[in-house]
């Protein structure tokens, strides 16, 4: 009798091990080869069409037959190596199916067939396309098998392990709504064409390490109940797993995904790991949700990464790199974000929240970094970061660190709110830095950089320390409210830059060796501006009188407050000098206009006296040389006068027929040793000049000892008095 020669060895699942394989055809179905019909590979290729069909048809009735007669017996199947035409099978198995090494050279349709046991297709090769929709599998191995077909896998019910390792799909590889309730094993699987997984079902493990997809990838509304794992896996086309839900953890580490990818309004419960993931193309995880923490740590973004509305649990961007935009717009972080070390191009936080802390330490955002709107619940750490254009306005921060952050282009902080303390030491802002209508609770930027720094109408609730900064070009700390002053430190020594107009600085501490103006050390910028619009006849101004003259008066009074009388003397002159230069006027439209007094208006007015007269109170000597030329010029003029106690005489300028007794009213000549008349001359003009002296008794007291009294004596006192009081005040209070 006749037998197959063919022999082989394959591994047999059930007793776990390799085992020899003996073919049980005989006589009719063994060819001239010694062969059987099953493992002659030159069987089904006779030249003629004719025979080839009649070939195939006999291998099929045969096949049929051993399918048949191992259901009827209750055994396994066992067809190892065996070369198939077109088959069509419909059938229940309830023992193990061995299809091991066939070679498929048609099409293969097991639609709707039950495997109850082990179903083994390991390396097997088919040709045409392969039908198993609908069937159920208990535990099937397909390793090293090759698809060269469209494979059809669709709702198919994998009840038992699905082995696919090494597994080749050179066409449409289709495995949507199909169901894994045990472990999926795609391993080093290569899909040449399309692989299409929506709606697919994975109970427990889902493995897909070192896959290749070279077309896309669709695994759109995808369920992963266990463990997903696409470790090193590559998506040369685009990957989708929009609306996919991944209930255990999910593995993309060092993932290479050349096209798009989309994993938008994806739902991720446990742990997800994008390590060292590279994103070619665009990247959509738009209004996705990550349950559990996420790591895309040291992943390369070169396309558009959109994570806009993405619901964070703790996220992990650190060492990550973005070459387009990063779009985190309102993006939610409900656990800490770690951005440490990250390289941005574009980034787009607008609206975003960071329930607990966000590190952003060593981030680089080579173009605009945008923070509005962004609240930060805990701690900001921006530690070292580097920025171009930064853009934190109305962002509300619980505490912040921009220690040592460099900002190269424009810095917004407009209307940001910092409820903790806001650390900027060290920082550097090479552009315009605006910190208009910002909230601080306690502000520390010693010693930052600016270039030009605006903290317009911003409030500082506790303390601020801007101990060490340097100003390039000016900071303007215009309509600033700061509610406990004392709490308030510029310690810096060039002030020349520094604007306080209609701020409140009286009890604002400030270095002992402070300069406020460039040559001058007491002229405030705020004047230095009014003198420069006013040359330029620049309308309108930007500064008005009253609002530099108060700078003045604000910073008298915190010198004196710190018992520095002598720089606030100078301030007060400042001030007064501002007021005896300059007056406003309203034009013609209703706007007010600032003009600078003539000569007349600076020299002869109540305020110009005040200046002549004193220095503004500011000089002893001044009323002290006033005081003794009065005097001076009262004894000269009543040393004239013939008898000095008598009302005095001014005939002189009468006509001349009273020229007689003009002369007989002033002294003679030999009156002028008469040592008498001298001190008696002396006496009154001392008496007139001195307020609280009465004249003697035998003085006709005149209009011009009144005028002596009141204008010499009373006001060169006051004057004196006032500078007497503020020296003395000044030495015996400090």
């Known amino acids: 009798m006749a037998k197959c020669s063919f022999t082989t060895k394959y591994w047999n699942y059930e007793i776990g091990a390799e085992v020899d394989y003996f073919c049980d055809s005989k006589d009719e179905d063994i060819t001239v080869s010694g062969k059987c019909i099953f493992h002659d590979e030159h069987y089904l290729q006779d030249y003629l069409f004719s025979f080839r069909e009649e070939k195939k048809r006999y291998v099929v009735k045969k096949l049929m037959e051993k399918v048949n007669q191992s259901i009827t017996d209750g055994e396994a199947l066992v067809c190892v190596r065996y070369h198939l035409p077109d088959i069509k099978i419909k059938a229940i198995f309830t023992k193990p199916v061995y299809f091991t090494e066939c070679r498929f050279h048609g099409n293969v349709d097991l639609s709707v067939s039950t495997f109850y046991e082990t179903a083994s297709f390991d390396s097997a090769t088919f040709s045409g396309r392969v039908y198993f929709k609908s069937a159920t599998l208990s535990e099937v191995y397909f390793k090293s098998a090759t698809f060269s077909g469209w494979a059809d896998f669709s709702s198919t019910n994998f009840y038992g392990e699905a082995y696919f390792p090494g597994a080749n799909f050179s066409g449409r590889a289709n495995f949507g709504s199909a169901t894994f309730s045990k472990w999926a094993n795609f391993s080093s699987a290569n899909f040449s064409g399309w692989a299409d997984f929506p709606s697919a079902n994975f109970s427990k493990w889902a493995n897909f390490p070192s896959a290749n997809f070279s077309e896309e990838a669709d695994f759109f509304s995808a369920k992963f109940s266990g463990e997903a794992d696409f470790g090193s896996a590559t998506f040369s086309g685009k990957a989708s797993f929009f609306s996919a839900k991944f209930s255990g953890g999910a593995n993309f580490g060092s993932v290479n995904f050349s096209g798009e990818v989309d994993f938008g309004s994806a739902k991720l419960s446990e742990q997800v790991n994008f390590t060292s993931a590279k994103f070619s193309g665009p990247v959509n995880f738009t209004s996705a949700k990550f349950s559990g923490p996420v790591k895309f740590s040291s992943s390369r973004f070169s396309g558009k990464a959109d994570f806009s509305r993405v619901g964070f649990s703790a996220a992990y961007y650190d060492s990550a790199k973005f070459s387009e935009i990063a779009d985190f717009t309102s993006a939610e972080f409900s656990g800490e974000a770690d951005f440490t070390s990250a390289e941005f191009s574009e980034a787009d936080f607008a609206s975003a929240e960071f329930s607990e802390k966000a590190y952003f330490n060593s981030a680089e955002f080579s173009e605009i970094a945008d923070f509005t709107s962004v609240e930060f619940s805990k701690i900001a750490y921006f530690t070292s970061a580097k920025f171009s254009a930064a853009y934190f306005g109305s962002a509300k921060f619980s505490a912040a660190y921009f220690t040592s952050a460099e900002f190269s282009e424009k810095a917004y902080f407009n209307s940001a709110e910092f409820s903790g303390e806001a650390y900027f030491t060290s920082a550097e802002f090479s552009e315009k830095a605006y910190f208009n209508f910002a909230k601080f609770s306690e502000a520390y930027f010693n010693p930052a950089k600016f270039s030009e720094a605006y903290f317009s109408s911003s409030k500082f609730s506790g303390e601020a320390d801007f101990s060490g900064i340097f100003i390039e070009d000016k900071a303007n700390f215009h309509y600033v409210l700061f509610e406990d002053g004392k709490k308030i430190l510029f310690g810096i020594e ?241």
């Open 494 to 734: 060039d002030l020349s830059r520094v604007s306080f107009m209609n701020t409140d600085i009286t009890r604002v501490r400030f270095s002992d060796r402070a300069r406020w103006g460039k040559q001058d050390k007491f002229k405030v910028v705020e004047e230095e501006t009014l003198e420069k619009e006013l040359f330029e006849r620049k309308t309108p101004n930007t500064v008005t009188l009253g609002s530099v003259m108060a700078v003045y008066r604000n910073l008298r009074e915190n010198y004196e407050f710190r018992l520095r009388y002598d720089e606030a003397g100078e301030f007060f002159k400042k001030e007064m000098e501002l007021k005896r230069k300059y007056r406003e006027v309203v034009s013609t439209d209703g706007s007010t206009e600032i003009k600078e007094n003539g000569k007349v208006r600076r020299n002869l007015s109540l305020t110009g006296l005040y200046y002549h007269f004193s220095r503004y109170g500011e000089s002893i000597l001044r009323p002290t040389l006033i005081g003794i030329i009065i005097v001076g010029l009262s004894t000269l003029f009543w040393l004239f006068q013939n008898n000095p106690t008598a009302e005095p005489s001014i005939s002189l300028i009468a006509s001349k027929p009273h020229m007689a007794k003009t002369v007989y009213n002033f002294i003679t000549v030999s009156q002028n040793l008469n040592n008498t008349h001298t001190l008696k001359a002396f006496e009154r003009s001392l008496g007139d000049f001195l307020p609280t002296l009465s004249l003697a008794s035998d003085i006709k007291v005149s209009l011009i000892d009144y005028v002596v009294k009141i204008v010499g004596g009373a006001l060169t006192f006051v004057l004196l008095a006032v500078a007497l009081r503020r020296k003395f005040e000044r030495k015996y209070t400090r």
